[in-house]
């Protein structure tokens, strides 16, 4: 077999692991696979079962952590590797920087005095506006005049909403000198040139303005120049202004950064955190001089995946946890003690770095040349691609080799390797004519012309069909744009054509499905009949009722819209109120999935969805189902109707879902800023020659500095230099270069470009000045056949590529369709849920009833998650000996050392020569396991799913001994008060391993405060077993968990 020619380079990476390695990965060379064989060659190491337990992989998404730990264990289950190595590896992390972040400010958040538990808040807008309210003064960092001066040019609403804005990012705080003088004698002096008066209006109304500014007016507008923005007199107006503008800007940020403070303290006075403070707390907590060291023991080793994609705080939060413990300052400042060697490795492109304005790449840079120039580090670059063929591997490297040219700040281009055996592939160039489609001398606007197009596109990949396409089926090709605006214009023409269409968009809120809004409507108004608003939109939005005829029944009193009693009808809206009150009337007392079903079926809500136009409202039918299935589950954990109807309102405004239709069979709509980290068989880049303005959010804003990564307020455009500007729109343009190197990288097979110049250039043939396709030409006007050497047209191509298979052939008879009946009873069956019930207590499992906000950290808790770590460390073959050590070196941490030491001489008298205990100590072949997790089928409806803190298994003798660690303050009187307590708990764990493993099993608590094993008989645990299987499951549920609301 042909290897890969960057093979060596990826065999280092996976092997030397005690190299800290800046990967740059290109697009397509397999950056997941080669973090799996970094992963399985630590799982080989001699230290594995010591190492994986502190592995942290990092990852941008959820979905992309899942994806890697799941390719991970699939590996190291074929490996066959020791138990102890799979057991240490369910402990690694994999997931977000947040929430590793997260982890860390549970464990260690106490040194900052954080609340326990934090909970993430997502939607602040209520929040905001509490805390809004209770703000009865801003702006104590200036002195009374400043103050005064700032708020007559600066609304304190604007002032409020720019900390806002500014989340957690860090704010510069100036040094605020007075408030400079004005002198504008240079613009009195000037004089109009003949004919105009521009600047005698302008000098009048800055007359106008110096008088209300000494006049001491409450609130000052800047004045208006009335010359043009490039005249001298405009220049020189700019510049007299500039001193007070840039004073009042740095006063604002001042303010800004005190509202920010607040805001944050008000925050987590509520418990509450935004992504952003997960984030900034992790790196206070690093800068903590005790925290930081505790961080640093933790022995984590970091693998960053999307390294491009990072942000200075999250990189600096990374790179500080993975120092030596002793380790003090910040390394990237002082490159003193840096990350251990074989801690820390990241992966990234540099070309791929499409989010300016929230990651920083030349901080990426930075960090790159930091990590490689230490004498541990080193930079590896996988240039060979496993996804491109040859053609669009070669259109690529011609293409971006002048464009992603290392100038200017611009990133240096990593050219492409080929994969051995690969595949011809294809690049199809498509020229759209401008007399053949656009209507003749007519002037059309930007969108228009963007409607031809689309409708030429759609006819032409019709015709062209998945064969010319290189694509097994319609989800095999996807439409790259880099608007979402733009989608919609596609989405409309492919369903024109009747082409299958699916929009992957992840910013859509679950409300605006009419399915979600429709049956939240209609439960609410169940639940709350004297509602007129909802019964009124109801009535418009579902029946159809015009607005005269609920004029015309109201009669001027909202009253008359109820539905709490039947009354006779006589009239269209009345019979519509009549029906509702006998399906309220008939949903009473019925169960929660018994109720939803009946309203949907009685108000013919399925028929009424499937009547709005399929182009836009697709999968209503199935949005649906799953929303009576959720009702089903609702159900399950005791919810009424009530509460269901509550639970969607809360949830109107929540994010839906992000649905990549694997099992539709339609082509795919997606952002090119969302397609990183995608691929697909056939890729078409349309729009190529469309205008694509950068967005001008309102002012006043908050401006990130491309040059230095600073947050700079500005209240208008004179608040920007003109360097500024230019450096704004200089890495705007080298973004959407770099973002046109992933849209044209996503292809396997084939890539259409569109070459749409003649439809959207001026009539002087010019190009937009800010078109991609510029970018494509490197800023050329007009498109002169630059690409034609690398690309085809879709008549040149005569054969189907060879990379697409034949589709199966269909076997068998067709399925015949379900009758009602069997539909009825699959709907039914389908909400039969099988529920998880979980002994063991998570913070993540505790119900939000029994939280409190704010509820700090008290030492018990402190106290008792410090003992469940020093149990999970015990090397138990090691003997008292390994014990004491590991205890001398851990009770620095303890949140109370002193108790510590006192339960430590309790419990190591007994810890290993209880009798118990010592029996697995005596078998050389005895197993132990630390926070073992478990799942056992109960039955067919229930599932036991939870950890347990140490399992001690001989299977030699076919017995198991389960420890449960509890630090609470227990005195030797309540020990049978104490066992009793935890009993459920416990009979829990006993059962679930026992019908797992056939062992004969003993369980028992390990107190600390009395220093002793407390066993249960085999015939008390099977007496509570047999009580605790006659109870419903959420009460089964609630006294297993005892831990969540604790007597003792």
């Known amino acids: 077999m042909v290897k890969p020619r960057d093979e060596s380079l990826r ?149 409020m909403e720019l900390a806002r804005r500014a989340a ?76 007070l503008r840039k004073w009042i800007c740095d006063a604002a940020t001042c303010v800004a950064a005190e509202v920010q403070h607040d805001y944050l303290d008000f925050r987590l006075d509520h418990g509450l955190v935004t992504y952003g403070d997960q984030i900034a707390l992790a790196e206070e907590l690093l800068k903590h001089p005790v925290a930081a060291q505790r961080i640093r023991e933790e022995n984590f080793r970091v693998i960053l995946d999307e390294a491009q994609d990072t942000e200075p705080l999250q990189f600096s939060v990374l790179l500080e946890a993975t120092r030596p413990p002793k380790a003090s300052g910040a390394w990237l400042q002082d490159r003193h003690l840096g990350p251990r060697p074989g801690h820390f490795c990241m992966v990234g492109d540099f070309q791929q770095s499409i989010y300016w304005q929230r990651a920083d790449l030349n901080y990426y840079r930075a960090v790159h040349e930091a990590l490689i120039s230490d004498k541990h580090g080193e930079s590896l670059e996988f240039a060979v691609t496993f996804r491109l063929d040859q053609k669009q591997l070669d259109f690529v490297n011609a293409t971006f080799r002048g464009i992603l040219n290392n100038k200017d700040g611009q990133v240096p281009f990593v050219e492409l390797q080929p994969r051995p055996e690969i595949l011809p592939g294809k690049v199809i160039g498509l020229p759209l004519v401008a007399k053949e489609l656009l209507p003749e001398g007519k002037k059309l606007k930007d969108y228009q012309k963007a409607r031809f197009e689309a409708e030429y596109l759609a006819r032409w990949i019709k015709d062209a069909g998945l064969k010319k396409l290189s694509a097994d089926s319609w989800r095999d090709v996807a439409i790259l744009c880099p608007r979402k605006a733009w989608l919609q214009t596609m989405a409309a023409a492919l369903r024109r054509v009747g082409l299958p269409v699916a929009i992957q968009s992840e910013r859509d809120v679950k409300g605006d499905s ?32 015009s607005d005269h005829d609920l004029a015309v029944f109201s009669e001027g009193q909202k009253t008359r819209f109820r539905i709490d009693e039947i009354v006779s009808a006589t009239g269209r809206i009345s019979s519509v109120l009549h029906m509702l009150a006998e399906i309220r009337q008939r949903a009473e007392g019925l169960a929660l999935f ?30 649906l189902d799953a929303l009576v299935a959720q009702a089903a589950e609702a159900e399950t954990n005791g919810m009424i109707l009530a509460g269901f109807a509550e639970q969607l309102r809360n949830d109107f405004a929540s994010p839906r879902a992000v649905r990549f239709s694997a099992d539709d069979n339609a082509i795919q709509l997606i952002t090119s800023q969302k397609a990183k980290g995608s691929e697909w068989q056939a890729v078409i880049v349309p729009f190529l020659a469309r205008e694509l303005r950068p967005p001008s959010p309102p002012y006043p804003h908050l401006v990130k500095s491309p040059v230095n990564g600073e947050l700079i307020i500005a209240f208008g455009r004179e608040d920007k230099s003109k360097d500024l500007k230019e450096a704004i729109e200089r890495a705007q343009q080298q973004e959407l270069e770099r973002l046109l190197y992933v849209a044209t990288t996503r292809a396997r097979h084939s890539v259409v470009i569109v070459l749409d110049q003649e439809i959207f250039s001026s009539n002087e ?37 060879p990379s697409v298979r034949q589709a199966p052939q269909k076997k068998g008879a067709e399925i015949e369709p379900l009758t009602s009946r069997e539909l009825k009873g699959a709907t039914k069956r389908a909400s039969e849920f099988v529920r998880k019930i979980t002994p063991s207590t998570l913070d993540s499992d505790v119900p939000a009833e029994v939280r409190t906000q704010a509820r700090p950290d008290n030492l018990a808790t402190l106290y008792g998650r410090w003992w469940h770590k020093f149990f999970e460390r015990l090397d138990w073959k090691g003997g008292i000996d390994s014990a004491q050590k590991l205890f001398e070196e851990k009770l620095p941490s303890s949140p109370d050392p002193k108790a510590a030491a006192k339960d430590w001489n309790a419990t190591r008298r007994n810890l290993f020569s209880d009798a118990s205990i010592a029996r697995f100590l005596a078998n050389d072949e005895a197993l132990f396991h630390a926070e073992f997790p478990f799942s056992w089928r109960r039955n067919d409806r229930s599932v036991l799913e939870g950890l347990i803190d140490s399992i001690m298994i001989n299977r030699e003798a076919g017995r198991c001994l389960l420890v449960d660690w509890k630090t609470n303050e227990v005195s030797s009187s309540d020990a049978e008060i104490f066992r009793a307590r935890y009993r459920p708990q416990l009979v829990a764990y006993w059962k679930a391993v026992g019908e797992i493993t056939r062992l004969e099993v003993e369980a028992g608590l390990f107190s600390t405060a009395l220093g002793r094993l407390l066993l249960y008989s085999a015939e008390e645990l099977q007496i509570e077993w047999d009580r605790l299987e006659q109870l419903p499951p959420a009460q089964l549920e609630g006294e297993i968990r005892p831990d969540a609301l604790d007597d003792f």
């Open 514 to 545: 009419p399915a979600y809004a429709w049956l939240t409507a209609l439960l609410t108004i169940m639940t709350d009949p004297l509602n007129a608003y909802e019964i009124v939109g109801v009535l418009r939005e579902i029946f159809g009722a």
């Open 168 to 243: 957690s990012a860090v704010l510069q705080m100036p040094g605020l000198s007075p408030c400079p003088p004005l002198d504008f004698a240079e613009v009195y002096q000037q004089v109009d040139q003949a004919g105009r008066d521009n600047i005698s209006k302008s000098q009048a109304e800055l007359r106008e303005w110096e008088g209300r500014f000494v006049a001491d007016w409450e609130y000052l507008r800047w004045p208006v120049c009335f010359t043009a923005a490039n005249a001298r007199f405009t220049q020189l107006w700019q510049e007299k202004f500039a001193p």
């Open 594 to 623: 018994d109720a939803v079903t009946l309203i949907i079926e009685q108000t013919q809500l399925r028929e009424r969805l499937l009547l709005l136009p399929a182009t836009e409202f697709a999968d209503l039918a199935r949005e």
């Open 765 to 801: 043939g010019r190009l937009p000045r800010t078109a991609q396709l510029r970018r494509l030409l490197r800023d050329k006007d007009s498109y002169s056949g630059e690409f034609d050497q690398h690309s085809s047209t879709i008549d040149e191509i005569l054969e189907p590529s």
């Open 11 to 159: 065999a280092r990476f996976a092997s030397e692991l005690d190299r800290n390695f800046s990967v740059i990965a290109s697009a397509g060379s397999g950056k997941t696979t080669a973090i799996t064989q970094r992963v399985l060659s630590i799982a080989h190491s001699p230290h594995a079962a010591e190492t994986l337990p502190h592995l942290v992989v990092v990852t941008f998404t959820n979905r992309a952590a899942d994806e890697m730990q799941q390719r991970t264990r699939q590996a190291l289950l074929e490996e066959n590797l020791r138990p102890e190595v799979q057991t240490a590896f369910n402990r690694a992390f994999f997931g977000t920087i947040h929430s590793f972040c997260m982890k860390l400010l549970t464990d260690f958040g106490h040194y900052l005095g954080l609340p326990a538990p934090l909970e993430l808040v997502q939607d602040d807008d209520d929040l905001w506006q509490e805390f809004a309210q209770k703000q009865t003064r801003i702006g104590r960092s200036l002195d009374d005049e400043d103050r005064a001066t700032l708020l007559r040019f600066v609304q304190a609403r604007d002032l």
